[in-house]
Nanobody
């Protein structure tokens, strides 16, 4: 059973950076696309970024393009989200999730309802 654990959240000021990590256990990640999602109070969960199983395909929400970078190290069974130039509107609980690569789903997508395995989330707070 695949298990995901996020880490790296915290409280920062606008313009600062954080790097989130999503560590997997129970199986190797190389057969899974990984997505980062976030949910702010009173809002729906939204896709932030995703990376396909091979690492060759990435997707970013318009709101984070140019500021966030997703990467993966399959040897370490870990996916990262580097978040730069953070804004107050980035405040949310951030989740990583896994979607098994398949013929039907050869690439990752930023749609939370497609993902089968979820971490517990890590809080990111951006305020001055």
């Amino acid at each position: 059973q695949l298990q995901l654990v996020e880490s790296g959240g915290g409280s920062v000021q606008p313009g600062e950076s954080l790097r989130l990590s999503c560590a997997a256990s129970g199986t190797t990640l190389d057969a899974y696309h990984i997505g980062w999602f976030r949910q702010a109070p009173g809002k729906e969960r939204e896709g932030v970024s995703c990376i396909s199983s091979s690492g060759g395909h990435t997707v970013y929400a318009d709101s984070v393009k140019g500021r966030f970078t997703i990467s993966r190290d399959n040897a370490k069974n870990t996916v990262y989200l580097q978040m730069n130039s953070l804004k107050p509107e980035d405040t949310a609980v951030y989740y990583c999730a896994a979607l098994r690569k398949s013929f039907v789903q050869p690439l990752c997508v930023n749609r939370p309802y497609l993902y089968d395995y979820w971490g517990q989330g890590t809080q990111v707070s951006v305020s001055s």
